[in-house]
């Protein structure tokens, strides 16, 4: 039984290690995305349909 709350314990100090990597990392600025944007306009694929007939 003791080797069960031994077990836990370890898992939460892991679990909250995790969880303050994945804070620090937002908070730097770890995510942030600065190269899409800039080629989005690249690969956009909406153009207007030529054959469509025009309304009447």
């Known amino acids: 039984m003791s080797a069960l709350f031994i077990l836990i314990g370890f898992s939460l100090l892991a679990a909250l290690g995790f969880l303050i990597a994945f804070v620090w990392s937002v908070r730097v600025g770890q995510y942030d ?21 025009p309304k009447a």
Do not use: G, Q
Not at 39 to 48: A, G, M, S, Y
């Open 33 to 53: 995305d600065d190269y899409t944007p800039s080629v989005r306009i690249l690969f956009d694929d909406t153009t207007p349909d030529s054959k469509a007939a």
